[in-house]
T-cell receptor, first 112, second 110 residues
Framework: DAEITQSPRHKITETGRQVTLACHQT?????MFWYRQDLGHGLRLIHY???????NKGEVSDGYSVSRSNTEDLPLTLESAASSQTSVYFC???????????FGPGTRLTVT | GENVEQHPSTLSVQEGDSAVIKCTYS??????FPWYKQELGKRPQLIID?????GEKKDQRIAVTLNKTAKHFSLHITETQPEDSAVYFC?????????FGSGTKLNVKP
């Protein structure tokens, strides 16, 4: 069955370190998204991609970057982790146009 | 850009009662409105959706209504059960992006 996975599921890192969160989908979707979820803020869009070599900034992109070298993967990199980036991160994918967005299981990141 | 507002932020109902969650959006070009349920520690999962050319959609105990003129849509859950307790998110879709409301924590008391 097609699925979307994230790794690691939990991560503790120190301020200033570079961290990369992986997202892999087997739906063959062109569209992939990264969100962060914090209490009281719902899901906020960090970066998104509409296909290979395409990346775009979302509403809270500062301090994050993504790259899309193939259809299946959209890794999220925190260049220099900050305590404000402690959050739960969800990756999602969808087909083009209006339709269901599928979420990964999430990564809980703690920056100490 | 699009702005989605969701109310209430918390909702407590007695088992068997109905629950209604409301969302408004700002961009008249938005054309698809999904609702997601997120149980504690789990990923958001789609429970129902509606497209802009439809006014109402039902699936067993849940229904969604859309008023395009007023730019608002609502989730209705009837005969609530304890397993309905979760956080519910509305969203709008515009130009291949999704915009989410801030969520409603629904508590169904047995």
């Amino acid at each position: 069955d097609a699925e979307i996975t994230q790794s690691p599921r939990h991560k503790i890192t120190e301020t200033g370190r570079q961290v990369t969160l992986a997202c892999h989908q087997t739906w063959n979707h062109n569209n992939m998204f990264w969100y962060r979820q914090d209490l009281g803020h719902g899901l906020r869009l960090i970066h998104y991609s509409y296909g290979v070599q395409d990346t775009n900034k979302g509403e809270v992109s500062d301090g994050y970057s993504v790259s899309r070298s193939n259809t299946e993967d959209l890794p999220l990199t925190l260049e220099s982790a900050a305590s404000s980036q402690t959050s739960v991160y969800f990756c999602a994918s969808s087909e083009g146009g209006p339709g269901e967005q599928y979420f990964g299981p999430g990564t809980r990141l703690t920056v100490t | 850009g699009e702005n989605v507002e969701q109310h209430p932020s918390t909702l407590s109902v007695q088992e068997g009662d109905s629950a209604v969650i409301k969302c408004t959006y700002s961009d008249s070009a938005s054309n698809y409105f999904p609702w997601y349920k997120q149980e504690l520690g789990k990923r958001p999962q789609l429970i129902i959706d509606i497209r802009s050319n439809v006014g109402e959609k039902k699936d067993q105990r849940i229904a969604v209504t859309l008023n395009k003129t007023a730019k608002h849509f609502s989730l209705h859950i009837t005969e609530t059960q304890p397993e309905d307790s979760a956080v519910y998110f509305c969203a709008s879709h515009d130009f291949n992006k999704f915009y989410f409301g801030s969520g409603t924590k629904l508590n169904v008391k047995p």
